[in-house]
Structures are given as structure tokens and as C-alpha cells.
T-cell receptor, first 113, second 111 residues
Framework: GENVEQHPSTLSVQEGDSAVIKCTYSDSASNYFPWYKQELGKRPQLIIDIRSNVGEKKDQRIAVTLNKTAKHFSLHITETQPEDSAVYFCAATPMNRDDKIIFGKGTRLHILP | NAGVTQTPKFRVLKTGQSMTLLCAQDMNHEYMYWYRQDPGMGLRLIHYSVGEGTTAKGEVPDGYNVSRLKKQNFLLGLESAAPSQTSVYFC??????????FGQGTRLTVV
């Protein structure tokens, strides 16, 4: 089955700097990679996703990159702001295989003033 | 449009008691999931369903049972609660595997 590793577990960056969170996956059949943001006491919410036929995707200050050969994908947040402070989860799943979504253990991102 | 709704939001159980958590979605999603969230452990999949009448085991299924008798509902049962099942439980639903939507969570404490 799929196994998703996420690093780092905690990340602190100065406001305005960039943050990068990295994930690796084990199942070469995985082809859909969503990222979720969970603020304290709230539910996880999808912020961006990428499919295996695309190497990079951007949405304003957030971008995801995917390296299928190396089986790793990353979340990039530029010009970080206080509201970016949260726990971020990566996930991987093979689409169209009636399979499950497996999450990484999460990264707690602190934006320092 | 309520999305994904979990009932109850909080519950305290005594060891050995049983209970059922209800998840309801109004988005006509085929896929539904139950996760538990513990500090430092991320979101671990308990059971999931890819359609009405189907269920499958996830990463941590022991001590839990599920049923999906109706497409919009996914029930999670604890037959004999243990302190190790103290956790926050999240239900989610998705169209195929795309972009799961989560419920607000159920905080369960077993004493």
C-alpha cells in the first residue's frame, strides 16, 4: 500500500520569506497529490492539488511541484503571511483504482513576525 | 448546502461503552472516509467506502466497524470503547479521489 513521508514536521519562517514542505510517496501508481491546510481547531481544507501529468501548478502565492521519477512532491508558499500559520498535510492516491487517500503526518508552519 | 456534517461534535465514553458516529454529505459523492487525528500522527485512515453498500479497511481499522447503507451516510461504530480510541475523528467525502471535503470533526474521549 501507499506510504507518504512528509518533512519537516515543524517549520518556522520569517514573515515575507518562503516556506517549502516536501513529501515522498512509495506507490508508483499514485497519480493525484492534494495538499490540505488545517488551522487550529478546524477541519483540514484542500488548498491545491496536482495530477501526475503536470509537473507544476500555481495558485497565487502557493505552488506545488511533482517529480514522478523521484516520487516526491513539494508545496511552496511565497511571501508568507501570519494567516499562513497552520498545519499542512500532503496526500497521495492512485486515481480511478477505487483506492484510498493516504496522508503524510503533517508540517506545523509558524510564521514569525 | 451543508457539505459534510458529523454528529456528535463531542462525546465522552466510559471504557467498554459503545457508540456510533454519523457522517452525512449532500454533495452526491461516491467516496467517503473516516480518519482519526492524534497529536504528531497526522490523519490516519480507519475505513473507507467507494460507493453505497461497500466498505474497506484503512490503516488502523481494529476496534471499529462501518456501514454505508445509504450513499449520503457513512457510520463509524465503536463496539467496546478503549482509552486508546480517544481522538478527534474526521469524516470526509470526495468525487472519486479528487479533493476530499472534511466534516468539522468529533472529539471523543474515552475514560
Amino acid at each position: 500500500g501507499e506510504n507518504v513521508e512528509q518533512h519537516p514536521s515543524t517549520l518556522s519562517v520569517q514573515e515575507g520569506d518562503s516556506a517549502v514542505i516536501k513529501c515522498t510517496y512509495s506507490d508508483s501508481a499514485s497519480n493525484y497529490f492534494p495538499w490540505y491546510k488545517q488551522e487550529l481547531g478546524k477541519r483540514p481544507q484542500l488548498i491545491i492539488d496536482i495530477r501526475s501529468n503536470v509537473g507544476e501548478k500555481k495558485d497565487q502565492r502557493i505552488a506545488v511541484t511533482l517529480n514522478k521519477t523521484a516520487k516526491h512532491f513539494s508545496l511552496h508558499i511565497t511571501e508568507t503571511q501570519p494567516e499562513d500559520s497552520a498545519v499542512y498535510f500532503c496526500a497521495a492516491t492512485p486515481m480511478n483504482r477505487d483506492d484510498k487517500i493516504i496522508f503524510g503526518k503533517g508540517t506545523r508552519l509558524h510564521i514569525l513576525p | 448546502n451543508a457539505g459534510v456534517t458529523q454528529t456528535p461534535k463531542f462525546r465522552v465514553l466510559k471504557t467498554g461503552q459503545s457508540m456510533t458516529l454519523l457522517c452525512a454529505q449532500d454533495m452526491n459523492h461516491e467516496y467517503m472516509y473516516w480518519y482519526r487525528q492524534d497529536p504528531g500522527m497526522g490523519l490516519r485512515l480507519i475505513h473507507y467506502s467507494v460507493g453505497e453498500g461497500t466498505t474497506a479497511k484503512g490503516e488502523v481499522p481494529d476496534g471499529y466497524n462501518v456501514s454505508r447503507l445509504k450513499k449520503q451516510n457513512f457510520l463509524l461504530g465503536l463496539e467496546s470503547a478503549a482509552p486508546s480510541q480517544t481522538s478527534v475523528y474526521f469524516c470526509a467525502s470526495s468525487f472519486l479521489e479528487f479533493g476530499a471535503f472534511f466534516g468539522q470533526g468529533t472529539r471523543l474521549t474515552v475514560v
